[in-house]
């Protein structure tokens, strides 16, 4: 099953992109896919939240709130192997050039 994972100030959510491997008609998909998001999500929701956690015990000096919610999800998704590290780097590049 492929996923993309989007990622704005208000909310992360998953859709599916399609499913390589998978029992799928033209029009439905196995029937198992919506549990499987359903846990995608949920863990996507505890590394974010853990990630906040902790970086809450550190600080980025002179680094604004908006900047330090970007590297934290940036780094949940990196960890939970949802980013590549080419894709992390990238990321967190444009991150900390704005």
């Known amino acids: 099953m492929r996923t993309a994972v989007i990622l704005d100030a208000e909310e992360v959510r998953s859709i599916v992109c399609d499913s390589r491997n998978l ?32 970086q809450e015990d550190s600080s980025f000096n002179g680094v604004d709130e908006l900047t330090k ?10 960890k939970w192997g949802i ?3 080419a894709e992390y780097e990238q990321l967190m590049q444009r991150v900390t050039d704005n």
């Open 23 to 54: 029992d799928q008609g033209r029009y439905s998909i196995h029937r198992n896919v919506p549990i499987w998001k359903a846990v995608l999500d949920d863990n996507i929701r505890i590394a974010l939240r853990q990630a906040a956690e902790n």
């Open 83 to 85: 980013l590549t590290k």
């Open 69 to 78: 919610t970007q590297r934290n999800h940036l780094n949940a998704l990196f």
